[in-house]
């Protein structure tokens, strides 16, 4: 007897459409982030603002919202039916939003 895509009852789909390119779309938001970080000068021996604190904070966020998106859209589903595309697309809604806002911040309380 062959299980298949079978797990202790749990239907293991294999990911296509736009799981994929949620997945893909995150890691490159993510490496993104990441390059603005490096770029933007968290390794500079100057006293830091409370912006710079700030951006460091909604990088970070990002990057935690940025790196669910895989971990939500592939958890196994109970339910045929079921999806977390949904809740996949808004964590990467928020960890897109979030990155953007600090690049922004970064760059109108730069001195």
Request: aromatic share 10%.
């Amino acid at each position: 007897m062959s299980m298949g895509n079978q797990h202790r009852g749990i239907d293991m789909r294999a990911p296509a459409g736009s799981i994929v390119g949620l997945c893909s779309a995150s890691a490159t938001m993510c490496a993104m982030g990441m390059a603005f970080l490096g770029y933007w000068g968290v390794h500079e021996p100057v006293p830091w603002h409370w912006t710079d604190r700030f951006v460091v904070f909604l990088a970070f966020a990002s990057f935690a919202a940025l790196g669910s998106v895989a971990w939500i859209v592939t958890t196994p589903v109970a339910e045929e039916g079921a999806e977390r595309v949904v809740a996949a697309r808004r964590a990467f809604a928020v960890g897109v939003v979030s990155i953007w806002l600090a690049i922004v911040i970064a760059v109108i309380a730069s001195p």
